[in-house]
């Protein structure tokens, strides 16, 4: 049983379109994450949401917007694909704010 | 955002030294944790630290959280083909992570 899965694991699309990438755990966490990791393997926060509220937006451009139906979800949708969107994207789930962390297996996003 | 600084970058050792790395931060942190990456995957939780001066083991690796909130070391003792990949810190106010070590270990 997967704890934290996202879908897809690889996206391939144009310039200008829009995506999204879902998220979901089956912990019973109430703190989901959404990371970047680039080329260089460098993590970067996005936005984190605790029981559905967003609590963390680390200056991303807006085309990129997180969504949390419920507790179990978070789902990050992109519009206007741009070539430097291209990354690995990380979501994570935890009990609590400022307690451990679990991963998914990433989404490599590939912009062409 | 947030920098922690990790060091070092990168290490290539022969199996059955030990190995260090730590991170510092100019900031306080709450929280100290520590994850390694295997290629492919998602970083998977090594050790969670959550007072300052905890030492805290799990199995070769050992890691302790600062006297002063602004650091954090990992240890990994006798290592082995299968430590390879990137290791990170990672501290909360804001969750942010090192920049990584990537560790090599020869057989």
């Known amino acids: 049983d997967t704890a934290v899965s996202q879908t897809p694991k690889y996206l391939v699309t144009q310039m200008g379109n829009d995506k999204s990438i879902k998220c979901e755990q089956n912990l019973g966490h109430d703190t989901m994450y959404w990371y970047k990791q680039d080329s260089k393997k460098f993590l970067k926060i996005m936005f984190s949401?605790?029981?559905?509220?967003?609590?963390i937006n680390e200056t991303v451009p807006n085309r990129f917007s997180p969504k949390s139906p419920d507790k179990a979800h978070l789902n990050l949708h992109i519009n206007s694909l741009e070539l430097g969107d291209s990354a690995v994207y990380f979501c994570a789930s935890s009990a609590l704010w400022n307690t451990e962390a679990f991963f998914g297996q990433g989404t490599r996003l590939t912009v062409v | 955002g947030q920098q922690l600084n990790q060091s070092p970058q990168s290490m290539f050792i022969q199996e059955g030294e030990d190995v260090s790395m730590n991170c510092t931060s100019s900031?306080?942190?709450?929280?100290w944790l520590w994850y390694k990456q295997d290629p492919g995957e998602g970083p998977v939780l090594l050790i969670a630290?959550?007072?300052?001066?905890e030492l805290t083991s799990n199995g070769r690796l050992t890691a302790q959280f600062g006297i002063t909130r602004k650091d954090s070391f990992l240890n990994i003792s006798a290592s082995i083909p299968s430590d390879v990949g990137i290791y990170f810190c990672?501290?909360?106010?804001?969750?942010?992570f090192g920049s990584g070590t990537k560790l090599n270990v020869k057989p």
């Open positions: 949401y605790n029981n559905k509220e967003l609590i």
């Open positions: 990672a501290g909360f106010n804001k969750f942010y």
């Open positions: 630290l959550y007072k300052a001066g």
């Open positions: 900031s306080i942190f709450d929280t």
